[in-house]
């Protein structure tokens, strides 16, 4: 059974970079979408983009330049780094994995991890 | 961006009662790509639904889901105790490729 789990800093300076990884077990990463989504405190949820297996990225707009996934597979982890951190990048960030087959729904997630900027 | 809408946005009820959950998108989702998620005050979400109408694994049967184009429905036929939760849509397709509705708490 694919289990995920998100490791990183708990607190980030204003300004700096955000930086998390997410570590998978359990399973392959072929054929997968391996995404990142975020929950301010009390918030909805927001996918801030993914990487395919293949190296393929997208990401979510809004962001702008600030996001970027990277994949290694020889760790079996992908991480996130979001550059020019706000307090609005305040939130409990979740991977989790996406496939074609389940018509791109998100079928396992990590527990997530938070995230504080502050200084 | 294909904007998700849920309603209501909070809904009580008790124990043994019908829940009926709603998404509205703001264009057509293409081949239905709409899923469901429940998450629980501390945990993740989890996936309870995909492709609009197709269960996920473990999912108990008194959830069911349906809808196409713009109007997708969830139901939960009796609420059992551990029913009580947060709901949320989320489409694939438009831009950005994956948007969440905002969500509707059962309570």
């Known amino acids: 059974q694919v289990q995920l789990q998100e490791s990183g800093p708990g607190l980030v300076r204003p300004s700096g970079t955000l930086s998390l990884t997410c570590t998978v077990s359990?399973?392959?990463?072929?054929?997968?979408?391996w995404c990142w989504i975020r929950q301010p405190p009390g918030g909805g949820l927001e996918w801030l983009g993914y990487i395919h297996n293949t190296g393929s990225t997208n990401y979510n707009p809004s962001l702008k330049s600030r996001v970027s996934i990277s994949l290694d597979t020889s760790k079996n982890q992908f991480s996130l780094k979001l550059t020019s951190a706000i307090a609005a990048d305040t939130a409990i960030y979740y991977c989790?994995?996406?496939?074609?087959?389940?018509?791109?729904?998100?079928?396992?997630w990590g527990q997530g991890t938070t995230v504080t900027v502050s200084s | 961006e294909i904007v998700l809408t849920q309603s209501p946005g909070i809904l009580s009820l008790s124990p043994g009662e019908r829940a009926t959950l709603s998404c509205r998108a703001s264009q057509r989702v293409s081949a239905s790509y709409l899923a469901w998620y429940q998450q629980k005050p501390g945990q993740a979400p989890r996936v309870l639904f995909y492709?609009?109408?197709n269960r996920a694994t473990g999912i108990p049967d008194r959830f069911s889901g349906s809808g196409s184009g713009t109007d997708f429905t969830l139901t939960i036929s009796r609420l059992e105790p551990e029913d009580f939760a947060v709901y949320y849509c989320q489409q694939y397709g438009g831009t950005p490729l994956f948007t969440f509705g905002p969500g509707t708490k059962v309570d």
């Open positions: 492709g609009a109408s």
């Open positions: 359990g399973g392959s990463f072929s054929s997968f979408y």
């Open positions: 989790a994995r996406a496939s074609r087959n389940h018509y791109y729904s998100l079928d396992v």
